[in-house]
C-alpha cells in the first residue's frame, strides 16, 4: 500500500491553510501593491522544485511556491474585503519599491 498520495494531499491542505492567514495579514501590513513581488517569489520557489532530487522534499517546496502564486492573485481581493469591514484595515501599509509602476500594472485575479 503506497500511503504517498494521501500524504502529499494532506500536507497540501495544511500548506494551503497557512496561505491564508499570509493573504490576510500580508495585505494588512504592506498592501495589495506587492503582488508582484509575492509572485515572483512563489515563482522562484517553484523552479527550485525542479532540482530537487527528493519526492517528498520537492512537492512540499512546490505547493509552498504555489500557495505564494495563489496568494499573490489573492491580495487584491482581500484589500477589498477589509475596506468593506469584513477584516481590519490598516491605512498605513509599507509601500513597495515601483510603487508607480506597479499601481499601472493590474492585479490577477483567478
Do not use: H
Amino acid at each position: 500500500m503506497n500511503s504517498f498520495g494521501i500524504l502529499i494531499g494532506i500536507l497540501t491542505l495544511l500548506i494551503i491553510g497557512l496561505g491564508f492567514p499570509l493573504v490576510i495579514r500580508g495585505e494588512r501590513y504592506f498592501g495589495y501593491l506587492w503582488w508582484p513581488y509575492m509572485m515572483g517569489i512563489g515563482i522562484l520557489i517553484i523552479v527550485a522544485s525542479l532540482f530537487i532530487q527528493n519526492d517528498w522534499l520537492c512537492v512540499i517546496i512546490a505547493v509552498i511556491g504555489a500557495t505564494f502564486v495563489w496568494g499573490s492573485t489573492e491580495l487584491k481581493e482581500q484589500a477589498v474585503r477589509a475596506e468593506l469591514g469584513w477584516f481590519p484595515f490598516n491605512a498605513n501599509k509599507i509601500k513597495p519599491p515601483f510603487v508607480s509602476i506597479i499601481k499601472k500594472m493590474k492585479a490577477p485575479y483567478l
